[in-house]
Every structure is written in structure tokens, then in C-alpha cells.
Antibody, heavy 118, light 108 residues
């Protein structure tokens, strides 16, 4: 069973860049799509975007100007950068694996809370 | 963008009762490309149903999904104590992928 683990700073200052890593273990990053999803405290889920192992990406238009998702297959990791953050970006950030059959998520990381505050 | 509206916002039921959750899409969800997830407090969502009606691996058969087009339903035939949680629907027709706002199933 593939496992995913998010890592990165839990506190980011306004206007700075939020950077997270998702490490994939017990499975290869190859041949799958990998996704970032976030959830503000007490609220619902928001799709941020995905990356294919080869590097092609697709982002939520609402975040597209600020988001970069990248991948390093040699490390079995993929990454999220979100620029110019504000308090509205405070959320639990999840990484997830798309299923082989479609863009629904059969494996998730445990999530990491990122707070944007001075 | 396809907007998913879930109802009710909160469902208050007793263990053993049947739960019926609704997910309505602002436009047709082609290919029944709709999934349901369960989320418990402090945990990541867990995939329950995909393709509108196919149970994910290891999901008990008391969970069932139905629907097509713009109207979808998640049913839990007899609520077990561990089923009290928040449930989300999600479409995967086209970008941007979106989730519904969630239905909380709470103990009455």
C-alpha cells in the first residue's frame, strides 16, 4: 500500500512562499498523477492541482497565478509552492495519488497544517 | 466550473438508521465521474465510492452510491458508530475538479 507524507514549515509569513514536499513510499511515483488538496480549518476541500510523473501539470484557475507543482522522480517526491500567501491560505494541505482509472484519490497523506501569520 | 451542492448540511440519526445524502451538480457529470469520501475529525478523507456507484477496496457493503447526470446519492443502510463523520462528493469530469461542501452525519 503506497504511503504519502507531507512535510514543510507549519508557519509562513504573509507575502512569502509556502513550500511543501510530499514523499511517496512503498510504491513508485512513476506512471501516476499526484495531487495537492487543501482544507481551511472547519471548511471543505479545495483542489489545488496535479502533476504527472513526467512533469505535466494542471492547476486550479483560482490559484494558477501563484501555484507551482513539481516532481523529482529520483527522490520519489513531489512539491508544492504557493507564492504571495495571505491568511486565506491557512489550511491543512494534503497530497494524494490519483487512481489509475480517474482523478479521484485512493491514497492520501495525513495532511499538514500551514498557518499564515506575521 | 461544476459546482456540487450537498444536502442536508447536517443529518442527525441514530445508530442502525439509514442515511441518505444528496449531491447535486450544476451541470451534468458525464460518465458518472463522481466520488464520495468520508472524513473523520483530524484525519484525511477516505475514498468510499467512485464512478458514482462502485465501492472502493475494503468499503463495507452498507455504503452504496447511485445517480447520474446532475443528481447523486450516497446511502448508508444501517449506521454503525464509526460512520458518524463528514461526507464529501467530488467530480472528476474536467478541470477544475471540485468538491461539495460536505454533509455531517451526527449522532441524534
Amino acid at each position: 500500500q503506497v504511503q504519502l507524507q507531507e512535510s514543510g514549515p507549519g508557519l509562513v509569513k504573509p507575502s512569502e512562499t509556502l513550500s511543501l514536499t510530499c514523499t511517496v513510499s512503498a510504491g513508485s511515483i512513476n506512471n501516476y498523477y499526484w495531487t495537492w488538496i487543501r482544507q481551511p480549518p472547519g471548511k471543505g476541500l479545495e483542489w489545488i492541482g496535479y502533476i504527472y510523473y513526467s512533469g505535466s501539470t494542471n492547476y486550479n484557475p483560482s490559484l494558477k497565478s501563484r501555484v507551482t507543482i513539481s516532481v523529482d522522480t529520483s527522490k520519489n517526491q513531489f512539491y508544492l509552492d504557493l507564492d504571495s500567501v495571505t491568511a486565506a491560505d491557512t489550511a491543512v494541505y494534503y497530497c494524494a495519488r490519483d487512481s489509475e482509472r480517474g482523478s479521484y484519490y485512493d491514497s492520501w497523506g495525513q495532511g499538514t497544517l500551514v498557518t499564515v501569520s506575521p | 466550473e461544476i459546482v456540487l451542492t450537498q444536502s442536508p448540511g447536517t443529518l442527525s440519526l441514530s445508530p442502525g438508521e439509514r442515511a441518505t445524502l444528496s449531491c447535486r451538480a450544476s451541470q451534468s457529470v458525464s460518465g458518472s465521474s463522481l466520488a464520495w469520501y468520508q472524513q473523520k475529525r483530524g484525519q484525511a478523507p477516505r475514498l468510499l465510492i467512485y464512478d458514482a456507484s462502485t465501492r472502493a477496496t475494503g468499503i463495507p457493503d452498507r455504503f452504496s452510491g447511485s445517480g447520474s447526470g446532475t443528481d447523486f446519492t450516497l446511502s448508508i443502510s444501517r449506521l454503525e458508530p464509526e460512520d458518524f463523520a463528514v461526507y464529501y462528493c467530488q467530480h472528476y469530469v474536467t478541470s477544475p475538479l471540485t468538491f461539495g461542501g460536505g454533509t455531517k452525519v451526527e449522532i441524534k
